[in-house]
């Protein structure tokens, strides 16, 4: 089946996208930041080996049989491995809670000829919601983007070193130095820990899938290119800047760090059960940051990376994991998971990985899942919305998005990038964005400095029927191209391909392919939605209140003088006093 693990926290509707300038050659990465995974499905799994996955057809069922039974044995002996190291960290009360155990999983499916990992219940769970594990946060032995940089990789990179891969690049360089102790090298000693957690480290790390197990559910990992750029083709968000993210981190630090000292950082490792694994290097690198995108976790402010936390398989319907309270008087932090329903002893207990897109999945995970596919979620796709080098009154509007948008992460980028879904309605804060970029003619006097505090404020309603139109016509636009680029995707996938032993033609998918083409679909639905939902606004421009109707309105200049005299003699002559203020009816003199 698929990949699975991670959950951590979603990052709303509205976003930057941030430009993707070069570094300089000598000068360490700069961050743009980490967004962190959710997601959801009912039973995706950890990825299986690859000859199951490449689809490998055996010459015998007996040789199927005999590599099933293998790959079994294998899992239940790690999974043995790791239980006892568990058993003995729990004892010494270095984990709260922990009502589970980690065994192969039981509901990957009809094709589970290599099953990969989970957690099932110790014991039987007599209620919904509860706690089955809980682990205190300790720096110790759960990889942090601070403890990776202020105590194991102290000293050894520039104090202003900050990755364009951002806090998951952090835990990468983590995840790497463990693979190395597991063969005798790395960083010794960093973080200190107590022998019985260094044990479960080195059961965890062997317990991972390996390289080869990810490279056909991982769009890190794809070994076709052709693959990769089908699914950038396939989706509105940016593979490629992820891929170009990592591989330039890599880079720098392989020149600057790792090729100077190779006996600390190796290029690749054997681990104990006999697997070459990749390490510190590009590929090794590569590998880490699809481990840590699948698997950290999203707690208290920070990405986690947590050992055994992360061998949850994931169901839609499941709780997330969370931050929690916990110990004798309910004051240690740490990460809480509880199971969402009553469970038999040895039951397998879910995770749900909470909202996120169908490319978020596949580029997080591998894998779609099919509560997106049936609806149960919301399809989204992202628009990229931006204010041109030649836009009218362009400095006045850079000045406003830097100035005056009150946003909580200070001045806005003049490109930003917003999700829209199948439920056709855009996030306010786009409209906003655009109709400040579309201002001009008539209503660019709302660009003077007598309003300049107020007119983002004033963009979160249509301005006028000329700016309303325009910046409606503008994201259709957007929306139209994208579906017009995937339509083009389609059209050449469904070109019969010759194949050589039929000379039949075939259009038969791959995996990859067929995942792509689920992202495909599910981005071209929200889009089509938006686009029809920008329309039918199109058509309703005359029912809209615009700037000028809203202005005459807070004067009380939105009505005509009332026919009637409301008034009366004051007793000192012919000079009629008003007892009623009538809308609008305001003696002001412009």
């Given at each position: 089946?698929?990949?699975?693990?991670?959950?951590?926290?979603?990052?709303?509707?509205?976003?930057?996208?941030?430009?993707?300038?070069?570094?300089?050659?000598?000068?360490?990465?700069?961050?743009?930041?980490?967004?962190?995974?959710?997601?959801?499905?009912?039973?995706?799994?950890?990825?299986?080996?690859?000859?199951?996955?490449?689809?490998?057809?055996?010459?015998?069922?007996?040789?199927?049989?005999?590599?099933?039974?293998?790959?079994?044995?294998?899992?239940?002996?790690?999974?043995?491995?790791?239980?006892?190291?568990?058993?003995?960290?729990?004892?010494?009360?270095?984990?709260?809670?922990?009502?589970?155990?980690?065994?192969?999983?039981?509901?990957?499916?009809?094709?589970?000829?290599?099953?990969?990992?989970?957690?099932?219940?110790?014991?039987?769970?007599?209620?919904?919601?509860?706690?089955?594990?809980?682990?205190?946060?300790?720096?110790?032995?759960?990889?942090?983007?601070?403890?990776?940089?202020?105590?194991?990789?102290?000293?050894?990179?520039?104090?202003?070193?900050?990755?364009?891969?951002?806090?998951?690049?952090?835990?990468?360089?983590?995840?790497?130095?463990?693979?190395?102790?597991?063969?005798?090298?790395?960083?010794?000693?960093?973080?200190?820990?107590?022998?019985?957690?260094?044990?479960?480290?080195?059961?965890?790390?062997?317990?991972?899938?390996?390289?080869?197990?990810?490279?056909?559910?991982?769009?890190?990992?794809?070994?076709?290119?052709?693959?990769?750029?089908?699914?950038?083709?396939?989706?509105?968000?940016?593979?490629?800047?992820?891929?170009?993210?990592?591989?330039?981190?890599?880079?720098?630090?392989?020149?600057?760090?790792?090729?100077?000292?190779?006996?600390?950082?190796?290029?690749?490792?054997?681990?104990?059960?006999?697997?070459?694994?990749?390490?510190?290097?590009?590929?090794?690198f590569r590998y880490a940051m699809a481990l840590v995108q699948s698997r950290a976790v999203f707690v208290d402010g920070q990405l986690r990376l947590i050992p055994i936390m992360d061998m949850a398989n994931h169901k839609s319907s499941a709780n997330e994991v969370v931050g929690g309270y916990m110990g004798t008087f309910g004051t240690l932090a740490g990460t809480v998971f509880k199971s969402s329903s009553k469970l038999a002893?040895?039951?397998?207990?879910?995770?749900?990985?909470?909202?996120?897109?169908?490319?978020?999945?596949?580029?997080?995970?591998?894998?779609?899942?099919?509560?997106?596919?049936?609806?149960?979620?919301?399809?989204?796709?992202?628009?990229?919305?931006?204010?041109?080098?030649?836009?009218?009154?362009?400095?006045?509007?850079?000045?406003?998005?830097?100035?005056?948008?009150?946003?909580?992460?200070?001045?806005?980028?003049?490109?930003?990038?917003?999700?829209?879904?199948?439920?056709?309605?855009?996030?306010?804060?786009?409209?906003?964005?655009?109709?400040?970029?579309?201002?001009?003619?008539?209503?660019?006097?709302?660009?003077?400095?007598?309003?300049?505090?107020?007119?983002?404020?004033?963009?979160?309603?249509?301005?006028?029927?000329?700016?309303?139109?325009?910046?409606?016509?503008?994201?259709?636009?957007?929306?139209?191209?994208?579906?017009?680029?995937?339509?083009?995707?389609?059209?050449?996938?469904?070109?019969?391909?010759?194949?050589?032993?039929?000379?039949?033609?075939?259009?038969?998918?791959?995996?990859?392919?067929?995942?792509?083409?689920?992202?495909?679909?599910?981005?071209?639905?929200?889009?089509?939605?938006?686009?029809?939902?920008?329309?039918?606004?199109?058509?309703?421009?005359?029912?809209?209140?615009?700037?000028?109707?809203?202005?005459?309105?807070?004067?009380?200049?939105?009505?005509?003088?009332?026919?009637?005299?409301?008034?009366?003699?004051?007793?000192?002559?012919?000079?009629?006093?008003?007892?009623?203020?009538?809308?609008?009816?305001?003696?002001?003199?412009?």
């Open positions: 089946m698929e990949k699975i693990m991670d959950m951590p926290g979603g990052d709303g509707m509205f976003r930057e996208c941030l430009d993707h300038p070069k570094r300089a050659p000598d000068g360490p990465p700069k961050s743009q930041g980490h967004r962190a995974c959710q997601s959801s499905d009912k039973g995706h799994h950890h990825v299986h080996s690859s000859r199951v996955i490449m689809g490998a057809s055996d010459t015998s069922s007996d040789h199927a049989k005999t590599d099933d039974a293998t790959a079994t044995a294998r899992l239940e002996e790690t999974a043995r491995a790791l239980n006892a190291a568990l058993e003995v960290c729990v004892a010494e009360k270095f984990i709260n809670i922990c009502a589970v155990r980690v065994a192969p999983s039981s509901s990957v499916g009809a094709d589970n000829a290599s099953m990969r990992l989970g957690l099932v219940t110790a014991k039987a769970v007599a209620k919904s919601d509860a706690t089955v594990l809980a682990i205190p946060h300790d720096d110790s032995w759960i990889l942090t983007a601070s403890t990776v940089q202020k105590v194991i990789f102290e000293g050894l990179l520039p104090d202003d070193y900050d990755g364009w891969t951002g806090p998951a690049g952090w835990l990468a360089l983590g995840l790497l130095n463990e693979m190395a102790k597991l063969a005798g090298k790395g960083i010794p000693n960093k973080p200190p820990r107590k022998a019985p957690l260094q044990t479960l480290m080195e059961a965890w790390i062997e317990a991972l899938p390996t390289p080869q197990e990810l490279q056909q559910t991982h769009p890190y990992l794809w070994p076709n290119e052709d693959d990769q750029e089908l699914l950038q083709s396939s989706s509105t968000k940016k593979l490629y800047l992820q891929l170009d993210d990592l591989e330039e981190d890599a880079n720098w630090l392989q020149d600057r760090l790792w090729s100077k000292d190779r006996s600390t950082f190796p290029e690749s490792i054997t681990t104990n059960g006999g697997t070459t694994i990749p390490c510190f290097s590009v590929d090794g002893a040895g039951q397998e207990v879910f995770a749900s990985y909470g909202p996120k897109s169908a490319a978020e999945y596949l580029l997080e995970h591998g894998f779609v899942p099919d509560d997106v596919v049936n609806g149960n979620m919301r399809a989204t796709a992202e628009l990229k919305a931006e204010l041109d080098a030649d836009a009218t009154f362009r400095d006045d509007k850079l000045d406003i998005l830097e100035f005056e948008t009150g946003s909580e992460l200070g001045s806005m980028e003049p490109t930003q990038t917003f999700d829209v879904d199948d439920s056709g309605e855009p996030d306010f804060a786009l409209l906003q964005f655009m109709r400040l970029v579309k201002l001009s003619g008539k209503d660019a006097f709302l660009l003077e400095s007598i309003f300049r505090q107020e007119v983002w404020g004033f963009m979160e309603l249509p301005v006028s029927v000329s700016n309303e139109r325009a910046a409606l016509t503008s994201l259709r636009s957007l929306c139209e191209g994208h579906i017009q680029d995937m339509d083009a995707v389609e059209v050449a996938k469904q070109q019969p391909q010759e194949d050589s032993s039929t000379a039949t033609a075939t259009t038969t998918l791959t995996k990859q392919q067929a995942q792509c083409k689920r992202v495909r679909d599910l981005e071209r639905l929200a889009l089509q939605r938006t686009m029809d939902y920008l329309q039918r606004d199109v058509e309703a421009l005359d029912l809209k209140e615009y700037y000028q109707e809203r202005r005459l309105k807070d004067l009380g200049l939105d009505s005509e003088w009332s026919d009637d005299d409301d008034s009366e003699e004051d007793g000192l002559g012919d000079f009629p006093v008003p007892t009623k203020r009538v809308p609008g009816g305001a003696d002001y003199d412009f």
